[in-house]
């Protein structure tokens, strides 16, 4: 026996050596995610920090945050002429300091908007790295932005236009106010603690933007249960005022009032002082703001004023572009809100601070440390915080361990800082911590997981993800867009809300392209998957259009797709999430586009929105800001595939 | 009686004596029912297919069954397959040394199996409890070497047509045909292991150990060094399995093999093996796993459940089959 | 005697713990002797044989096997020896054939390289041929073990080491739960094993089937030898009476 066990000791001996020192060989193919090497987790009982310096320079590392950018503006109004635009172009500036990028801002010396024409194409003609602009007027400027387009320089709308989708022209999103949701949120927050008839006071009425405010406003009231009007009124002040007041004397239980500008707002406190109305009597909200509207606000006549925060218009329209360029990152939806931005008593005093020095604590369920997804949302948080100067620190558990995060948050409540983002993981577990931190005023903001503040119940102010269905719907809309016969989409793990999500998207997208489609199960085992789909398409031999929702799903795909002997363009099939199998199909022409939940940024993001709340008031304007889904196809894989793993 | 006509009448009792007596027929019954009644079941696509699907649950199970036969269970083949794959893929891309790459695929899955077998028989705790402790533990430095992370490439590295390349010979005269060199080495493994059981004396061993240990042991057989061996030979082919996936899929992540066990476990009783050991054949493991890949493509192309049903199936089969092989069992 | 005893156990104490199995007890055993080891249940002859048989080592005494002292340590000392025994659950396996379970442990083999290849064919007809020759007569060399009954399951155990001793063989309570042919039979390979040359040790508690075969009883109580007596000392109650103890000598 003695032999034996000689043997078996240094068997023992051996594995015990080579599970302790598990590094692999080298760093893979560089188009294959770095494996970290293993480093055993800190002691158990102690939460990890990671502490992230703002620097002066930009990050040490090699790669796009050195490049300055060169951008080109036009807008159909400059400051000089129109003081609203002062606002927007205070953004931009800004903006383009933080993001080291050099903006050129041009415009006509009055509304001329084929004078507006002309200077986009000069924009082009300088073959700058990337182009904002107001699409003021869709058929008139669709041309010349088509000629960027075709010169691979990325586009930005922002202030007016409807998006790409309604304006019929393929630039990348639409940064404005969203004039229904703020009608509808203004409502919300008018009717919350009861009222007995509503009206929208509209001094326009025919203008699309304002007609929409109003539509917004009846829709919400007419979920809580209150009878609501329209009320046309004109431009004419005392004619405004009389009008208000005869129809207040014909519906006298009216007590929910909501004009839309200031040119509502003004013959509206006339009414109210001459009919010697006191602050409280009435309930009113109005959209814009005024040195009037604002006093009226802080003496409690109006609970608020919605504005549709200009300055991220011109704020944004720059990051936009910045994060297209050096990250490859592409905004989530067609239409980027701005607005509505909703200014209270308890921020209508507020003073711009750029240059406040700001201590944000961020609280995850997980770590880059232990689960590389998160150290892509580490570099988006440490990119922000360095172009924004603003000191960042990130705890999280050293395994998956709800209750201790939500110790973490109270930890990070009680050292008081500036701003919180964390990860609305348990809406539950983790309320009461989060209503301490706003209780004690502390803005906070959700990314990564969670459902937004009226789904989760706290009144958070936004939060930041992939919102799951959409990319679904735009992916189905994105591979059916040529036609299709039959689609299909592969679930590897059927009973995961949110890969569910991405597949009633997808067969919504097809049945309103009246496509037949439906969910096809696979397993987790690749021999076997790949058996699944083989056979499925013997039994569905129309099937053309393909979703798979991950990695898991598209290996078993592609090894389907070559043992059939099926080259690129025979069907279409698109992914989610991204890998180097998933990146070469996407170059050879086989996959359309991956979908990126953009993890890069969700922690950007949320630097962003608390840094923007602190140092110049402006709010997130919708209660879920999608990161994802961000569509990655062959325009834009050649910077994704190089940044794979860090920023992507 | 002479022994020669001893041995001819022993001849004829040796249908219904064999151990694959039962799923033959079972898995013959079966496959002629679905060519009848399935469309496009006998296409060399699906078929190819069924093929394929089995090799990597076959390879394990060949890996299993010698071990139930021995009397033991062996849990811990899935992390092992993972580890393998993971080992392999690190050491094969960027021009590593392939043969090393090989090399170590099948060391440490080795040494896995050696200490499954060496923490069952030196404590004496079942080894359905030890594997499954090892399990987790396997699975656990499966994450650790990985770093959590899932691993692929997209190089075509020549090793990988060795092991589980399309067999072009075939693919490119037949269409559909998805033959894979994998089939050579599954089907070789095979033979290997039911020679090895029936032929050797080694598995005259094996057939003793699981059978009645303590009159094994009674006759001298070091019965300790042979459940020792078969846990060594589990985890050695589970990390053929692993080589196998990698090869052809070029991808592993740390969740590559879970379930494979039990698949294993399944497949080996269908192919007539039996729980308590002593009984069973490595090629009935064979027809037990073609007998479950079968199903599976029937059940897909006549969309008879959805697919992430399929485990009801199965669930019925390994109850239908151990009921024909007991009923062959006590008629003979 | 005259000859050598095959072997001569003396002065055998086996402590377990406080509990004492074996006190002092003597065994010796002729050459061509069926000596027939006696006693109730828990006397201690399954103690004295697994000392014999190198499961246990004596806590004292000593073994001389053909006149020479020696140690036996394990099972494989013991067959090496060339003592054979058939234990009470007769170490069959009965999932395997007749062939396999003879040949168990030692095996016939070709060696190519370092794999043993099973002589099929030597296993097969040896299996067959001896048993024949010892007067038991199968139906086939590859047929199950567990198929047959248990008289004839203890034919082949019995076969088996018949074939393979040479100089003792052991039966522990052979005769217990067969039927009157069956202990008929096992009769007569014990009286068969003695014409070959072999000596046997018969452990039993039934009186009356060992009376017809045995030369001489070595009767053991409470661990303690009571007394050897040839077959010619004593009819079948004097031994009952002196396993019980009604009788001191």
């Known amino acids: 026996m003695k032999p034996v066990r000689y043997l078996v000791l240094l068997i023992l001996a051996g594995t015990l050596a080579l599970a302790g020192c598990g590094t692999p060989a080298e760093t893979p193919t560089a188009a294959a995610p770095t494996p970290v090497p293993a480093e055993p987790t800190v002691s158990p009982a102690e939460p990890t920090a990671v502490p992230v310096e703002p620097t002066e320079a930009p990050a040490a ?42 903006v050129t801002i041009l415009g006509p010396d009055q509304f001329d908007l084929e004078k507006v024409a002309q200077l986009i194409d000069q924009a082009v003609a300088a073959n700058p790295d990337g182009i904002g602009l107001t699409v003021t007027d869709p058929d008139l400027f669709r041309e010349p932005i088509q000629r960027a387009l075709d010169a691979g320089i990325p586009v930005v709308a922002y202030n007016a236009g409807s998006g790409p989708v309604k304006d019929n022209i393929a630039y990348m999103t639409y940064l404005g106010q969203d004039e229904y949701q703020g009608g509808y949120q203004g409502g919300q927050r008018l009717g919350a603690g009861g ?49 208000i007041s005869d129809y207040t004397t014909a519906n006298p239980d009216t007590d929910v009032f909501l004009t839309l500008g200031p040119n509502g707002a003004n013959p509206f406190y006339a009414f109210l002082d001459a009919a010697g109305l006191k602050p409280g009597d009435v309930k009113h909200g109005t959209f814009d703001l005024s040195p009037e509207i604002a006093a009226r606000i802080k003496d409690g006549t109006t609970l608020f004023g919605i504005d549709q925060q200009p300055f991220l218009q011109g704020y944004g329209a720059v990051q936009i572009l910045t994060m297209v360029k050096r990250y490859g990152i592409t905004p989530a939806l067609p239409v980027t809100s701005t607005g509505p931005g909703f200014i209270d008593a308890s921020n209508v005093d507020f003073v711009a ?27 988006g948080i440490e990119t922000a915080a360095a172009e924004m100067n603003a000191n960042v620190t990130v705890l999280g558990p050293d395994q ?14 009680a050292a008081n800082p500036d701003g919180i983002a964390l990860t609305v993981t348990d809406p539950d577990l983790f309320r009461e911590p989060i209503q301490g931190a706003l209780d004690a005023g502390i803005p906070v903001v959700a990314y990564n997981a969670g459902s937004g503040p009226v789904k989760d119940n706290i009144a958070y102010m936004t939060y930041l993800g992939q919102d799951e269905y959409a990319g679904g719907y735009q992916g189905g809309q994105r591979l059916a867009a040529g036609g299709g016969t039959q689609g299909v989409c592969i679930n590897h793990q059927v009973g995961h809300a949110g890969l569910d999500a991405r597949c009633n998207g997808f067969l919504d997208a097809m049945e309103e392209l009246g496509i037949p489609a439906e969910v096809l199960a696979i397993s987790n085992d690749p021999a076997e998957s790949q058996t699944i789909i083989s056979d499925y398409t013997t039994a569905n031999p129309d099937t053309d259009v393909f979703l798979t929702l991950g990695p898991n799903g598209a290996n078993p795909f592609y090894a389907f797709l070559d043992a059939a002997g099926l080259k690129p363009g025979d069907v279409k099939h698109g992914t989610f999430d991204l890998s180097p199998e ?6 050879d022409g086989t996959t359309l586009f991956g979908i990126d939940q953009q993890p890069f940024l969700q922690g950007y993001g949320a630097v962003q929105i608390l840094v923007l709340k602190l140092r110049y008031g402006i709010s997130p304007a919708m209660p879920v800001t999608p990161t994802g889904p961000g569509f990655v196809d062959k325009g834009n894989v050649e910077i994704v595939e190089k940044l794979a793993g860090t920023y992507r | 009686m002479s022994t020669i006509a001893a041995r001819q009448k022993m001849n004829r009792r040796r249908i219904f004596d064999s151990p694959i007596a039962g799923p033959l027929i079972t898995t013959v019954a079966v496959f002629s029912l679905l060519c009848a009644t399935v469309p496009h079941f006998l296409t060399m696509r699906s078929l190819s297919g069924i093929l394929n699907a089995a090799t990597l649950t076959g390879m394990v199970t060949v890996g299993i069954t010698l071990l139930m036969m021995a009397g033991e269970f062996d849990l811990s ?40 077998g060496f923490i069952v028989i030196r404590t004496g705790i079942p080894s359905f409890i030890a594997t499954l402790a090892t399990r987790f533990i396997y699975g656990g430095a499966v994450w650790l070497y990985s770093a959590g992370q899932m691993f692929q490439t997209i190089e075509n590295v020549p090793i990988y047509s060795v092991f589980n390349g399309r067999l072009d010979l075939i693919a490119d005269r037949i269409a559909g045909a998805n033959f894979r060199t994998s089939a050579f080495w599954l089907i070789g493994m095979v033979l290997l292991f039911q020679y090895v059981l029936v032929r050797t004396r080694f598995g005259n061993h094996v057939f003793g150990t699981g059978g009645n240990p303590g009159a ?4 001298g057989v070091n019965v300790k060094w042979v459940k020792f061996t078969c846990f060594v030979m589990s985890g050695v082919l589970a990390g053929l399995a692993g080589i196998l996936l990698f090869s052809q899929y070029k991808t592993v992540k740390i969740a590559t093999g879970s379930g494979e066990e039990l698949n294993a476990i399944a497949a080996a009783v269908i192919g007539g093996t039996v729980l308590t050991g002593g009984s069973g054949s490595v090629v009935g493991a064979l027809i037990g796993v073609l007998l479950i890949s079968m199903l599976r493509t029937g059940v897909v192309l006549v969309n008879l459940v959805p697919a992430d049903n399929f485990g009801a199936i199965v669930g019925v089969t390994i109850v239908g089959a151990a009921i024909i092989n007991n009923w062959i069992r006590n008629r003979s | 005697m005259s000859e050598t005893p095959v072997v001569h156990m003396e002065s055998i104490v086996k402590r377990f713990g406080t509990v004492t199995a074996l006190d002092n007890v003597d065994l010796t055993v002729g050459r061509q002797q069926v000596m027939a080891l006696v006693g109730d249940n828990g006397a201690g002859k399954s103690t ?35 003592i054979e025994t058939v234990y009470q659950d007769l170490a069959l396996v009965n999932q395997m054939s007749i062939a396999r379970n003879f040949f168990l442990g030692r095996e016939p083999v070709r060696q190519i390289g370092p794999v043993h290849w099973l002589d099929m064919r030597k296993m097969n007809d040896q299996t067959y041929l001896s048993l024949r020759d010892i007067g038991i007569e199968i139906r086939s060399p590859v047929e199950k073990v567990g198929k047959l009954s248990g008289g004839e399951r203890q034919s082949i155990a019995i076969g088996r080491a018949l074939f393979f001793g040479a100089r003792l063989l052991i039966l522990d309570e052979p005769t217990s739960a067969l039927s009157v042919a069956e202990t008929h039979k096992v009769l007569t390979y014990t009286l068969n094993a003695k014409e070959r040359g072999l000596s046997v040790i018969f452990i039993t508690h039934n009186i009356h089937h060992v009376y017809q075969v045995a030369d001489a009883y070595t009767i053991i109580r409470h661990g303690k030898r009571v007394g050897t007596y040839t077959k010619a000392e004593l009819t079948p109650d004097d031994i009952a009476a002196l396993i019980t103890g009604e009788r001191e000598y």
Not at chain 1, 353 to 379: I, T
Not at chain 1, 400 to 413: M, P, S, T, Y
Not at chain 1, 582 to 587: F, M, V
Request: glycine content about 8%; some cysteine; proline content about 5%.
């Open chain 2, 216 to 219: 094994t042991a009674a006759q």
């Open chain 3, 48 to 82: 004295l044989i697994k000392i014999l048989t190198g499961i246990y080592m004596p806590t004292s005494g000593q073994i001389y096997f053909e006149g020479q002292p020696v140690q036996i340590r394990s099972p494989q000392e013991a067959r090496a020896l060339g």
């Open chain 1, 353 to 379: 601070d750029p240059s406040r020095a700001l201590n944000l604590v961020f609280v995850q369920h997980a770590l880059c440390a232990w689960d590389s997804f998160w150290c892509v949302v580490q570099k």
């Open chain 1, 195 to 243: 009222g007995t008839q509503g009206v929208c006071i509209n001094h326009q009425v025919g203008h699309a933007g304002l007609d929409a405010r109003c539509n917004g406003f009846l829709d919400a009231m007419q979920e809580l249960g209150i009878p609501a009007e329209v009320l046309a009124i004109s431009n004419d002040p005392a004619e405004s005022q009389t009008i």
């Open chain 1, 582 to 587: 998933i990146i070469a199909r996407i170059k």
């Open chain 2, 77 to 116: 083949v899935g992390p092992i397959m993972a580890m393998a794959a993971f080992l392999y893929g690190f050491h094969s891309v960027q021009g590593g040394n392939q043969l090393w790459a090989l090399f170590l695929a099948l060391l440490i899955p080795a040494l896995m199996g050696a200490l499954n």
């Open chain 1, 61 to 102: 590392e090699p790669g796009p945050a050195e490049k300055p950018l060169n951008l080109i503006f036009v807008q159909h109004a400059l400051c000089a002429w129109d003081s609203f635009w002062c606002t927007v172009e205070n953004g931009i500036n800004q903006a383009a300091a933080d993001m080291k990028a050099n």
């Open chain 1, 400 to 413: 998956f361990d709800l209750e201790k995060v939500a110790q973490l948050i109270d930890q990070g409540v």
